[in-house]
């Protein structure tokens, strides 16, 4: 039985949708990839939990910078130099393609993604220029967004404005993915409304079984799985139970749910959080447990199929249909 979860696990291409791995480096400057280190992410640690590709999230805090665009630039720049210092073992995949070939070298590829509309600094060139650098996901807004995208701590009645659908038009113009976690609910419908695209919520849960403002709707759910996106499943205590305590269970309550809502799991992902949160479940404590989720799933008796493609090739699919 072990052996049967662990083999699942290590011939799936696993792809963690939401890393947080930038915010702890920047205030912990000994908190290194390349390094193990206190926090949930390194390389060592990524080859362990069987990670073959992981989103790395730029993030500012809206309060914290005047400048929130050149300050993402200086973000990338940090973030190449410390995949550089790990000696070959990631490398940035910018398409597909260089996903696979990155995976088939038994090397781990880095997407980069941004998250959080304050960081285009309100200028749609900036957009452009980010992409240049690799973005490959915009999560339209963090926890307060901006003036043209609600967040989830926002007033409800903020929606998408006129620039948000600027926005919109060039990340679907360009193949940069749509995330709407923590996008408020006002300003999602807006986004479904506004465009036909695939959109995607890299760290999310299920309001239905955790009512947390930051989870998803069923209707919302339902829409995201039918045009083909999917939802990365979040480690976040709180966002699971409303409580500082999870374990892998209430993570799978999530995924079980969503499932059972939509039919099958071809919307099912993974979005750790991994660094950007302080809390974790008992068992997903830091990026090498991933196999016990695997775990979980085999146990719950999921198939092969289902598990390998919750595990990545659900949001490879999204990503190849999108990115390119
Ligand atoms: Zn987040």
Same mark, same amino acid.
């Given at each position: 039985m072990e052996n049967t979860y662990k083999k699942i696990h290590q011939s799936a291409i696993v792809v963690d949708l939401h890393n947080d791995y +930038?915010?702890?480096?920047? #205030?912990?400057?000994?908190?290194?990839? %390349?390094?193990?280190?206190? #926090? #949930?992410?390194?390389?060592?640690?990524? *080859?362990?939990g069987g990670?073959?590709?992981?989103f790395f999230v730029i993030w500012t805090r809206p309060d914290e910078h005047d400048d929130h665009f050149s300050r993402s630039l200086e973000l990338i720049d940090i973030l190449e130099a410390d995949i550089a210092e790990c000696k070959g073992e990631i490398e940035i995949a910018k398409n597909y393609n260089d996903i696979i070939k990155i995976v088939d070298k038994e090397k781990i590829a880095a997407v980069l993604c941004l998250e959080g509309g304050q960081l285009i600094g309100n200028d749609i060139?900036?957009?452009? *220029? =980010? %992409?240049?650098r690799g973005m490959r996901y915009l999560t339209l807004a963090w926890n307060y967004g901006t003036d043209w995208c609600g967040g989830a701590n926002?007033?409800?009645?903020?929606g998408l404005a006129e620039f948000g659908k600027q926005v919109i038009d060039c990340l679907n113009q360009l193949g940069v993915m749509i995330d709407v976690s923590h996008v408020n609910k006002k300003s999602l419908e807006d986004v479904l409304n506004y465009t036909d695209a695939t959109v995607i919520a890299t760290h999310s849960g299920a309001y239905g079984a955790n009512n947390s403002k930051r989870n998803l709707n069923d209707e919302h759910i339902k829409e995201i799985a039918r045009r083909g996106g999917v939802i990365g499943s979040v480690f976040y205590p709180y966002f699971l139970n409303n409580t500082d305590k999870a374990t892998i269970k209430d993570v +799978?309550? #999530?995924?079980? %749910?969503?499932?059972?809502?939509? &039919?099958?799991?071809?919307?099912?992902?993974? &979005?750790?959080?991994?660094?950007?949160?302080?809390?974790?479940?008992? &068992? =997903?404590?830091?990026?090498? *447990?991933?196999?016990n989720l695997t775990k979980a799933l085999f146990d719950e008796g999921y198939t092969i199929d289902e598990i390998t493609k919750i595990l990545g090739t659900n949001a490879l699919?999204?990503? *190849?249909?999108i990115c390119g």
């Open positions: +930038m915010e702890e480096r920047v #205030h912990h400057s000994e908190h290194r990839l %390349y390094a193990n280190n206190k #926090h #949930h992410t390194d390389v060592a640690r990524l *080859k362990e990670v073959n590709v992981q060139e900036n957009i452009n *220029k =980010l %992409y240049q926002d007033n409800e009645n903020k +799978m309550n #999530h995924i079980n %749910y969503i499932r059972n809502l939509t &039919g099958n799991v071809d919307c099912i992902a993974l &979005g750790s959080d991994f660094d950007g949160i302080d809390i974790t479940p008992v &068992g =997903l404590e830091n990026v090498s *447990k991933f196999p699919r999204v990503f *190849k249909n």
